[in-house]
């Protein structure tokens, strides 16, 4: 047995940044210490002293079969055997690579990198390859990944500037980065009347859910492609959250709406670390050795996550998942909700849905599609719950602006299970 999270916690943060690698797992957004895990099976995760906990940060989107799935740890322990990295030519991205491309019409070719932040930065050096310009629109509530060009938000002043969103990025780095906020056809429309040829893409999560759950209207997001192409934009849409979790196509499949370029991670990789960018032939084409756009990497296509993200690919079409998964979300949510707000309903709660994505927050007169409509005292109210929630055993993402998630191994024995806890954690937090 390893020693307590306490005790772990304490030695990281001698040798690592905060402790953690990477910012929401120190919870400092719902204050109090990490929980140090050793293990995951199905729905559940074993913390270093043992406790169980039933998951719904599920890494944060790419275990939509649960923990370990029998299939996909077949699969990777087969692999295990063959081969653990090859820095060469192999049949395993190819196979995935096929079945992608055969499903997604807007796929005519997918470059496979290791996250979704170099797949964002990679399919961006594409677009300003494309169009010869510069300039890059995003949105305020939508996050790309790390990448200095897009870690950025709104700055003050004219319509579309920006400022840096972290330390370390030069104004140099972000002054072609435009930004505009969600749920606004008009911006877009005014801003693209005055930089319109100067701006190579528009890139946009269909489904923003990294600033909390802001659902986009469909009229929103077929506005903005088209004015971006009426001015010669690209359209990249970052579906590296919602590529394969919606559904088998997407939010670009859902939506109707075929982007040019699109990128992907999580799913693909069945829980390994994967990117993708793709779309039309004639823009991949122009990617190295083929182009002149130079983008590389060692471990990029890694057997790992292309043979366990087939195999995850595979289960989700074959079993249905998507559909199933859809229903049990709500009924999920349902339960939660009407817990919420009969033992905590000073908080006044309610939740946003889709497909197996879900997100708890403060209730609002209006609808929640931008960062500024998050109800104020959200985040605090939302630490109050995430502990009530762990103390009795139940695991969601450490920050209130982070989205839970649903796997295929959260039956309705898991779903009944979870709301006997969060009654019981409640309960005691109204007490």
């Known amino acids: 047995m390893y020693p307590s999270s306490k005790e772990l916690f304490e030695r990281a943060k001698k040798v690592a940044p905060g402790g953690v690698h990477s910012p929401v797992r120190?919870?400092?957004?719902?204050?109090?210490?990490?929980?140090?895990?050793?293990?995951?099976?199905?729905?559940?995760?074993?913390?270093?002293?043992?406790?169980?906990?039933?998951?719904?940060?599920?890494?944060?989107?790419?275990l939509i079969l649960g923990h370990r799935d029998p299939e996909v740890q077949e699969v990777v322990s087969k692999t295990a055997e063959l081969a653990w990295s090859f820095g060469a030519a192999e049949p395993y991205s190819l196979e995935l690579a096929e079945w992608i491309v055969s499903k997604i019409p807007w796929v005519e070719k997918i470059r496979f990198v290791n996250s979704g932040t170099e797949a964002v930065m990679s399919a961006l050096r594409v677009a300003r390859a494309a169009t010869g310009r510069d300039k890059i629109?995003?949105?305020?509530?939508?996050?790309?990944?790390?990448?200095?060009?897009?870690?950025?938000?709104?700055?003050?002043?004219?319509?579309?500037?920006?400022?840096?969103d972290s330390a370390g990025i030069g104004s140099e780095l972000i002054k072609n980065t435009l930004v505009l906020p969600l749920d606004d056809e008009n911006a877009v429309e005014e801003l693209f009347s005055k930089e319109g040829k100067n701006i190579a893409a528009l890139v946009i999560e269909p489904l923003p859910a990294n600033y909390g759950l802001l659902i986009q209207r469909k009229e929103f997001?077929?506005?903005?492609?088209?004015?971006?192409?009426?001015?010669?934009?690209?359209?990249?849409?970052?579906?590296?959250?919602?590529?394969?979790?919606?559904?088998?196509?997407?939010?670009?499949?859902?939506?109707?709406?075929?982007?040019?370029?699109?990128?992907?991670?999580?799913?693909?990789?069945?829980?390994?670390?994967?990117?993708?960018?793709?779309?039309?032939?004639?823009?991949?084409?122009?990617?190295?050795?083929?182009?002149?756009?130079?983008?590389?990497?060692?471990?990029?296509?890694?057997?790992?996550?292309?043979?366990?993200?087939?195999?995850?690919?595979?289960?989700?079409?074959?079993?249905?998942?998507?559909?199933?998964?859809?229903?049990?979300?709500?009924?999920?949510?349902?339960?939660?909700?009407?817990?919420?707000?009969?033992?905590?309903?000073?908080?006044?709660?309610?939740?946003?849905?889709?497909?197996?994505?879900?997100?708890?927050?403060k209730a609002s007169s209006s609808p929640i599609?931008?960062?500024?409509?998050?109800?104020?005292?959200?985040?605090?109210a939302f630490a109050k719950v995430f502990h009530a929630l762990l103390n009795e055993g139940v695991y969601l993402a450490p920050s209130g602006y982070e989205v839970g998630f649903m796997s295929f191994a959260h039956d309705d024995a898991i779903?009944?299970?979870?709301?006997?806890?969060?009654?019981?954690?409640?309960?005691?937090l109204k007490v």
């Open 26 to 62: 120190s919870f400092r957004s719902v204050g109090g210490d990490p929980v140090f895990f050793q293990s995951a099976k199905g729905a559940y995760l074993t913390d270093v002293s043992g406790n169980e906990y039933i998951d719904y940060c599920l890494s944060f989107g790419p």
């Open 137 to 164: 629109l995003k949105f305020d509530g939508c996050y790309h990944g790390h990448l200095d060009a897009l870690l950025v938000k709104a700055g003050s002043g004219l319509a579309g500037e920006s400022s840096s």
């Open 221 to 361: 997001l077929s506005k903005i492609v088209e004015i971006a192409r009426k001015h010669g934009s690209l359209v990249l849409f970052d579906e590296v959250i919602s590529g394969f979790r919606v559904g088998l196509t997407g939010m670009s499949g859902e939506l109707g709406i075929s982007p040019d370029l699109v990128t992907y991670g999580k799913i693909i990789g069945g829980g390994f670390p994967v990117g993708a960018y793709a779309g039309k032939a004639e823009l991949l084409d122009l990617v190295a050795p083929q182009g002149p756009v130079y983008q590389a990497g060692t471990l990029s296509a890694s057997p790992f996550g292309m043979r366990a993200g087939l195999a995850t690919l595979k289960k989700c079409e074959r079993e249905n998942v998507y559909s199933i998964l859809g229903s049990r979300t709500q009924k999920l949510v349902r339960g939660l909700l009407s817990i919420l707000k009969e033992r905590d309903s000073e908080a006044n709660w309610d939740s946003l849905v889709h497909s197996s994505l879900f997100w708890f927050h």
């Open 369 to 380: 599609r931008t960062v500024d409509a998050i109800p104020a005292g959200h985040k605090e």
């Open 415 to 428: 779903i009944a299970k979870t709301l006997e806890k969060a009654d019981s954690a409640l309960k005691k």
